[in-house]
C-alpha cells in the first residue's frame, strides 16, 4: 500500500466537510471560529489519525480476520468425519465462539459507544450506567455476530433474519420504557463503527470464502445489518427487564400504613 496515496485520499475526503463546517460559519453564521488554532491542529490530527488507521486495517485487520476465518473452517481443524459424509453447522462451533468473543471484545472497546454511553450517563444523572449500557450493546453484538456466522455456515437467506430481527424490535419498542427507545436505536447504529466493522467486514468474507458452497459475494455481506440490530433488541430488553424488577414490590401490599410503591418509578432508571 503506497502511503502517500492514503494520505492524499484520506485528505480529499475530509476537506468538503471541513469546507462545508467553516463555510456555515463565516458564510451563514457570520461570526469567526473560536480557538482557530486548536480547532486547525484537531483536524490535522483527524487526517494523519485516519490516513494512519486505513494503513492500519489493510495491513492488519483485513488479513488477520479473513486468516482466522480460513484457520477455523479448514478440513485439517475441524472435526474428522467419515468419507462421503457432509458436515454438520456444528463442527464449525469453534467460529461460533471465535464470532461471539470478537464480537463482545470490539464493542466494549468501540470508541463510538464509549463516547455516546459517557454521554447518556451524563444527560441522565446518572441513572443510566455507561458500563452496563456499554456490557448490554455488546451482547447483542456478540449475538448478531454469531447469528450471521450460522447464517453464512448454512447458506440461509439474510432476509428472513432481517425480518425476524425487525419484527422482534418493532414489538419491543412497543412495549420498552420510552426514553430508551431512541438510545437503543443509536446504540444499533454506534457500534458499526471504526474497529468493529472491518473485523466483522473481514471475518464474513473469509467465512464465504473457506466454506465451499458460499459465494463470498452473496453470503460474505450482512453480517453488519444483524450487527446492527441486535444491540437494539437487547438494550430494549435489558430495559424491560430492569422495569420489571423494579416494579414487582409494587404489586405486594404493605402490611402497615405506609405507602404502596409507585409502580413506574421513571423509566430512565431502567438501566
Given at each position: 500500500m503506497n502511503m502517500?496515496?492514503?494520505?492524499?485520499?484520506?485528505?480529499?475526503?475530509?476537506?468538503?466537510?471541513?469546507?462545508?463546517?467553516?463555510?456555515?460559519?463565516?458564510?451563514?453564521?457570520?461570526?469567526?471560529?473560536?480557538?482557530?488554532?486548536?480547532?486547525?491542529?484537531?483536524?490535522?490530527?483527524?487526517?494523519?489519525g485516519l490516513s494512519v488507521f486505513l494503513i492500519g486495517?489493510?495491513?492488519a485487520l483485513f488479513p488477520m480476520g479473513e486468516l482466522m476465518a480460513s484457520q477455523l473452517t479448514h478440513p485439517d481443524f475441524l472435526p474428522a468425519m467419515t468419507e462421503g459424509a457432509q458436515r454438520h453447522w456444528s463442527d464449525y462451533y469453534w467460529v461460533y465462539i471465535f464470532a461471539f468473543t470478537i464480537g463482545a471484545s470490539t464493542t466494549i472497546a468501540e470508541p463510538s459507544l464509549i463516547a455516546v454511553?459517557?454521554?447518556?450517563?451524563?444527560?441522565?444523572?446518572?441513572?443510566i450506567n455507561p458500563f452496563t449500557l456499554r456490557l448490554a450493546v455488546a451482547l447483542g453484538m456478540a449475538v448478531g455476530i454469531t447469528l450471521g456466522a450460522w447464517r453464512i455456515v448454512m447458506g440461509l437467506p439474510l432476509q428472513w433474519f432481517v425480518l425476524g430481527a425487525y419484527c422482534l424490535v418493532i414489538v419491543q419498542t412497543l412495549r420498552s420504557p420510552k426514553s430508551i427507545i431512541p438510545l437503543a436505536f443509536d446504540?444499533?447504529?454506534?457500534?458499526?463503527?471504526?474497529?468493529?466493522?472491518?473485523?466483522?467486514?473481514?471475518?464474513?468474507?473469509?467465512?464465504?470464502?473457506?466454506?465451499?458452497?458460499r459465494s463470498a459475494l452473496m453470503d460474505g455481506f450482512g453480517m453488519i445489518a444483524l450487527a446492527c440490530l441486535f444491540p437494539i433488541i437487547t438494550v430494549m430488553?435489558?430495559?424491560?427487564?430492569?422495569?420489571?424488577?423494579?416494579?414487582?414490590?409494587?404489586?405486594?401490599?404493605?402490611?402497615?400504613?405506609?405507602?404502596?410503591?409507585k409502580s413506574h418509578q421513571g423509566d430512565t432508571h431502567a438501566l
Open positions: 502517500l496515496a492514503v494520505f492524499w485520499g484520506t485528505l480529499r475526503d475530509i476537506l468538503p466537510i471541513v469546507a462545508i463546517i467553516f463555510g456555515f460559519q463565516y458564510l451563514v453564521i457570520r461570526k469567526p471560529v473560536k480557538r482557530f488554532l486548536k480547532v486547525a491542529i484537531g483536524f490535522f490530527m483527524v487526517w494523519v486495517l489493510e495491513q454511553s459517557i454521554k447518556a450517563g451524563e444527560i441522565s444523572g446518572g441513572t446504540s444499533g447504529g454506534v457500534t458499526t463503527s471504526t474497529i468493529t466493522v472491518p473485523i466483522i467486514a473481514a471475518l464474513g468474507l473469509g467465512l464465504a470464502s473457506s466454506i465451499p458452497g430488553g435489558y430495559a424491560q427487564i430492569a422495569r420489571w424488577r423494579s416494579n414487582r414490590p409494587s404489586k405486594i401490599q404493605p402490611l402497615s400504613g405506609t405507602s404502596v410503591t
